[in-house]
């Protein structure tokens, strides 16, 4: 926990993938309690130290370097289509890349961000007790670095979903749904796919939140209402004022290369917590009053 003495130096937390979308919102988040390092890997991006993961001996001087109290680890190559037509290329970033830095935090706490793609699907919803069984490359990288975070005894595992925020251009649905709406375009919006849409402010603070109480272990913090695909193109729509008849129900895996990943994350844990994610109509409306 930071220190609650103003006078005494702040300890440091290292977000690696800070020029992220998620790692920017963490970034913000934990220097109100924290010193923040991030790290990025593109040329041009803003952060601290450009770090690649799949080198253990820049990954062990970096940290070294840094000397952080926590590693917050959100970088990894999460295109779903990518990691299924590159399988060993994405591996050495979301597996053997999260390997190179649990073995340089045996004195530090993790924080691992993971998916809902760990799952098949096969349930309503899911808890963080019901095993993992994923149908895609990406979702078996993320359990197979699940596994390797847990061998640290002071980590925590955050999983997560479908990200929206108020930042646009992050190429995810709903930004898709927002840009080709407001374009008065056809939008595709797949029927049968539930899933939790997760604001990612709100994922950024419960992160700190369920740190500074000396929460470890797994958690799920995703929005709290289930939504298919084509129900979330739908909203967006609505709330926005945009024509909902651009909005076109497909099959489920329509346009996917694989099997399309959808499955509900069960939050009560986190709630029990006193995590209130919000809801994806009320977060869309408080965009759009605000802009």
Not at 4 to 32: C, E, F, K, M, Y
Not at 175 to 197: C, F, H, I, K, Y
Request: aromatic share 6%; with cysteine.
């Amino acid at each position: 926990m930071a220190s609650s003495n103003p006078d005494a130096p702040q300890p440091v937390a290292l977000v690696i993938g800070a020029s992220g979308h998620l790692g920017r919102h963490l970034a913000t988040d934990w220097a109100r309690r924290y010193t923040v390092v991030g790290t990025g890997h593109r040329r041009g991006n803003s952060f601290d130290i450009k770090l690649d993961m799949t080198d253990p001996d820049q990954v062990s001087a970096s940290i070294d370097a840094v000397n952080p109290r926590v590693v917050i680890l959100t970088s990894a190559i999460s295109d779903v289509a990518f990691c299924e037509a590159h399988p060993s290329e994405t591996a050495a970033v979301n597996v053997d890349g999260v390997r190179n830095i649990v073995r340089c935090c045996a004195d530090r706490a993790v924080i691992f961000f993971s998916t809902d793609a760990v799952f098949d699907g096969s349930k309503r919803s899911f808890t963080e007790e019901d095993e993992p069984h994923p149908l895609s490359v990406y979702g078996r990288h993320k359990v197979e670095a699940e596994q390797i975070v847990r061998n640290l005894a002071n980590h925590l595992i955050i999983r997560t979903a479908r990200f929206y925020s108020r930042v646009r251009g992050n190429g995810k649905f709903i930004d898709q749904v927002m840009e080709r709406l407001a374009a008065n375009m056809l939008v595709s919006a797949p029927v049968n796919t539930p899933g939790n849409p997760t604001f990612l402010e709100d994922l950024s603070q419960a992160s700190l939140t369920l740190f500074e109480r000396g929460r470890r272990g797994t958690y799920h913090v995703a929005g709290p209402r289930t939504y298919t695909l084509y129900e979330t193109a739908l909203t967006v729509a609505s709330v926005f004022g945009w024509d909902e008849s651009l909005v076109i129900p497909v099959p489920r895996d329509h346009g996917a290369s694989g099997p399309r990943i959808s499955s509900a994350l069960d939050i009560r844990k986190a709630q029990a917590e006193g995590i209130r994610p919000g809801d994806l109509r009320d977060n869309l409306i408080r965009i759009r009053d605000e802009t």
